[in-house]
């Protein structure tokens, strides 16, 4: 009866256990107060990104497509409220456009610096589109002078509560 009891209160240990235990992917940072990884890009025209030459500035990483009206939408709005509120942060536009003349016509269309835009034209296969699960919407974040992401999905509004 003694062994009986010990069983049961060891397969009820066990069963408590096992539900805490996450059985999908694991989860890769790219939260606020982790440092985001390094992101490098190296254009079919030759124009590279590494995220790293913008250490000791605060920066502003924003994910987007021509074909996701939404993300277009505040790549514009984000865009122009940096240039015009706070000129000391760097702003970094990466679309996954696979077409690049779509690309540089959204572009010229929007009325976009296309110093701070760059096309990773690989899409959803792009090793950055899937490093940062984009699958799962487009996003952006705002990052420190040491690489410490602050904030996501930032919006105007929320640059304006935050600095």
């Known amino acids: 009866m003694k062994y009986v009891k010990f069983c049961l209160l060891a397969l009820a240990s066990l069963m408590m256990s096992s539900g805490s235990i996450k059985t999908g992917e694991p989860c890769i940072g790219y939260y606020p107060g982790e440092r985001i990884p390094n992101i490098v890009l190296h254009e079919t025209k030759g124009n590279i990104l590494d995220l790293s030459e913008y250490k000791g500035k605060k920066v502003i990483v924003n994910f987007w497509a021509a074909y996701d009206a939404c993300s277009r939408a505040l790549n514009i709005r984000m865009h122009n409220f940096v240039k015009e509120n706070y ?3 760097a702003y970094l536009s990466i679309s996954f456009d696979e077409n ?6 959204t572009i010229r269309w929007d009325q976009l610096e296309i110093e701070s835009q760059f096309c990773d034209e690989k899409g959803p296969r792009s090793e950055i589109y899937k490093k940062f699960r984009l699958k799962k919407g ?3 974040y705002l990052i420190d002078e040491n690489g410490v992401i602050i ?7 929320k640059l ?3 600095l």
């Open 87 to 89: 000129p000391d942060i």
């Open 100 to 105: 690049r003349n779509v690309f540089e016509k």
């Open 138 to 140: 487009f996003k952006n």
């Open 151 to 157: 904030d996501m999905n930032v919006t105007p509004e």
């Open 160 to 162: 304006k509560i935050i």
